[in-house]
């Protein structure tokens, strides 16, 4: 049986996700960002989650890679501490859409 998310160790640090994969992100030292993947294709998908609940005292940023997230031309500043969230890429209009808050 195949299938699901590839989770990837904690990263402390920049780092640029695979399509598949899960990414606990620890946030304590200082802010960083996770880049979601170059050349992303439909259902593709990316799960973050906040490791340490820091992300309110130093953010995770969501670098679009040059895609956009949500219809947005901007990266995504996560600051709520605990958040965990998969995103999926849709099409060449909206792109990488939150596929739950």
């Given amino acids: 049986i195949g299938g699901g998310t590839s989770w990837q160790a904690v990263k402390t640090g920049a780092y640029t996700a695979s399509a598949g994969e899960g990414v606990f992100v620890n946030t304590t030292s200082s802010a960083f960002t996770i880049t979601l993947p170059a050349s992303p294709t439909i259902g593709d998908e990316v ?12 953010n995770c940023t969501i670098g679009r890679n040059s895609e956009k997230i949500m219809g947005s031309s901007a990266d995504l500043t996560v600051s709520v501490e605990r958040a965990a ?6 099409d060449g209009t909206q792109r990488w859409l939150f596929k739950n808050d």
């Fill in 85 to 90: 969230f998969t995103l999926v890429y849709t």
């Fill in 47 to 58: 799960t973050i989650v906040d490791y340490a609940a820091t992300f309110d005292s130093n």
